[in-house]
């Protein structure tokens, strides 16, 4: 399977590349400066002709965007952790998870200029677990606060009209678009266990923590296919070993989109994020090659 989702993502970054020789075809918009009699539309902020002449009126120009978003990933997690050399396989549903939760927070945010655009996304899970302790000690428990955060910066190389809608007494232009998109991950593990020594009545803390920057590249296709639905696929493949970065990592989402109003939105879709980071070797080996998997439900409004 992995290798399957590799393949596709090197597919979707070719297609970036070939679309700078489709940009000049003549069957893309052109630019209003072309023939400034026609009516105008957007293009991720960029101004365009539209085909044919609309029946109703133009949308009211705007050059910046930003969408906010706040999103829950129903995650499971498979794969392999290394501590001083010993493998421990993972494989923890989302109920299990859920049942372990203290709190959580996973949002995104985009500001688009024209062609360009620069996301945030981040994931905050706090979770804890309650463990029994070994001799001399009555109970304890492992709290785990975990982090991710990606910064993106995306350039629209491609975009094509599909179709209008009307919005109100404007006439609205649905398009395809697809961006190339550098950036880099934060990965951040805080891990403490605490044991309860009853003869002393004083907790023992053990805690450890960890962060690293992976960067990557991607790419993003949107195809806006009627009045109120989206659909969208983003995937990137990174980390390449460089530094103190995963050996590889790598994330692809699909996603469908429901407008309610213009702005307000609602989306539903699936998406999968995979590390692979072991250093080390035989004892000394430690880190995680794992997988987190699974649906995403959200709520954003774009303005």
């Given at each position: 399977?992995?290798?399957?989702i590799?393949?596709?993502?090197?597919?979707l970054?070719a297609?970036?590349?070939?679309s700078?020789?489709l940009?000049?075809d003549?069957s893309l918009?052109?630019?209003?400066?072309?023939?400034?009699?026609e009516?105008?539309v957007?293009?991720?902020?960029?101004?365009y002709v539209r085909y044919g002449?609309?029946t109703?009126?133009?949308?009211?120009r705007?050059?910046w965007?930003?969408?906010l978003a706040a999103?829950?990933w129903?995650?499971?997690i498979?794969g392999?952790s290394?501590?001083?050399?010993?493998?421990t396989?993972?494989?923890?549903a989302?109920?299990?998870?859920?049942?372990?939760?203290e709190s959580?927070?996973?949002?995104?945010v985009e500001v688009?200029y024209?062609r360009?655009s620069?996301?945030?996304?981040?994931?905050v899970?706090n979770l804890?677990?309650?463990v029994?302790?070994p001799v001399g000690f009555?109970s304890?428990?492992?709290?785990?606060?975990q982090t991710i955060?990606?910064?993106?910066?995306?350039?629209?190389?491609?975009?094509?009209?599909?179709g209008?809608?009307?919005?109100?007494?404007?006439?609205?232009p649905?398009?395809m678009?697809l961006d190339g998109?550098?950036g880099a991950?934060?990965?951040?593990?805080d891990?403490e266990?605490?044991?309860?020594?009853?003869?002393?009545?004083?907790?023992?803390?053990?805690s450890t923590?960890?962060?690293?920057w992976d960067?990557y590249?991607?790419?993003?296709?949107?195809?806006q296919?009627a009045k109120?639905?989206?659909?969208?696929?983003?995937?990137?493949?990174?980390?390449f070993?460089?530094?103190?970065?995963?050996?590889l990592?790598?994330q692809?989402?699909a996603?469908?989109r429901?407008?309610?109003?213009?702005?307000?939105?609602?989306?539903a879709?699936?998406?999968?994020l995979?590390?692979d980071r072991?250093e080390?070797?035989g004892?000394s080996?430690n880190?995680?090659?794992a997988?987190y998997?699974?649906?995403?439900?959200?709520?954003?409004?774009?303005f």
């Amino acid at each position: 399977m992995r290798y399957t989702i590799l393949a596709l993502l090197v597919c979707l970054l070719a297609s970036v590349a070939a679309s700078s020789a489709l940009a000049d075809d003549s069957s893309l918009l052109r630019p209003l400066s072309a023939q400034a009699d026609e009516p105008w539309v957007q293009c991720s902020g960029q101004e365009y002709v539209r085909y044919g002449a609309p029946t109703l009126n133009t949308a009211p120009r705007q050059s910046w965007h930003v969408t906010l978003a706040a999103y829950l990933w129903a995650t499971d997690i498979s794969g392999t952790s290394y501590a001083d050399g010993v493998p421990t396989d993972i494989d923890i549903a989302f109920d299990d998870l859920f049942d372990k939760l203290e709190s959580a927070f996973m949002g995104y945010v985009e500001v688009q200029y024209k062609r360009w655009s620069f996301a945030v996304d981040a994931s905050v899970v706090n979770l804890k677990n309650d463990v029994a302790g070994p001799v001399g000690f009555v109970s304890g428990d492992v709290t785990l606060d975990q982090t991710i955060v990606d910064l993106r910066l995306g350039y629209t190389a491609l975009c094509r009209q599909v179709g209008s809608s009307q919005w109100g007494s404007c006439c609205y232009p649905r398009f395809m678009t697809l961006d190339g998109v550098v950036g880099a991950r934060n990965w951040s593990f805080d891990q403490e266990l605490t044991l309860n020594r009853p003869t002393t009545g004083t907790p023992v803390s053990v805690s450890t923590d960890e962060s690293w920057w992976d960067p990557y590249v991607g790419a993003r296709w949107r195809w806006q296919f009627a009045k109120r639905w989206g659909f969208s696929l983003y995937g990137d493949i990174g980390g390449f070993g460089i530094e103190d970065a995963s050996e590889l990592t790598w994330q692809i989402q699909a996603m469908v989109r429901f407008h309610i109003t213009r702005g307000l939105f609602v989306a539903a879709g699936y998406r999968a994020l995979d590390v692979d980071r072991v250093e080390g070797s035989g004892a000394s080996q430690n880190g995680i090659d794992a997988t987190y998997h699974g649906p995403v439900i959200g709520v954003g409004y774009r303005f």
